[in-house]
């Protein structure tokens, strides 16, 4: 990895999975240094029904330097209120929507998706 990752993005399922395993002695499994001096992110934007090799129920996860990510905005974030459709309740609904586009701020910026079981990681590869 070119760069030194500053975070880690993983589904909220395999975080749970992660968070209970343990070690032969029943002990709940403690990072390396290295890993827990990183910033662990879960969103269950993140798919974990992925589907590797024989697997079906499988997830990724993302590790970079997310300080090099751009977030480029295409159309202000927009909010409409929506009275009509919800006053038959006396209620008020939203609709709101963003477009953006994401790159990286140099092409050595190191992005890694891991993916595998959840107890073996099977392959490790760049993906931006």
């Known amino acids: ?3 030194e990752p500053t975070a880690v993005m993983w589904n909220p399922q395999s975080a749970g999975t992660y968070a209970r395993l343990k070690d032969t002695l029943g002990q709940p499994l403690r990072a390396t240094p290295d890993l827990a001096d990183l910033v662990w992110l879960d969103g269950s934007a993140l798919k974990a029904d992925e ?3 024989t697997g079906t129920a499988q997830s990724s996860i993302y590790v970079g330097d997310w300080s090099r990510m751009i977030m480029g905005i295409r159309v202000d974030l ?3 209120v929506l009275k009509e459709r919800y006053a038959e309740f006396v209620q008020i609904g939203f609709l709101s929507y963003f477009r953006f586009s994401i790159r990286t701020s140099h092409a050595e910026s190191a ?3 891991l993916t595998g079981n959840e107890h073996h990681v099977s392959n490790c590869r760049r993906v931006i």
């Open 78 to 80: 927009t909010i409409d």
């Open 111 to 113: 992005f890694y998706r």
């Open 1 to 3: 990895m070119n760069a």
């Open 51 to 53: 589907t590797q090799g």
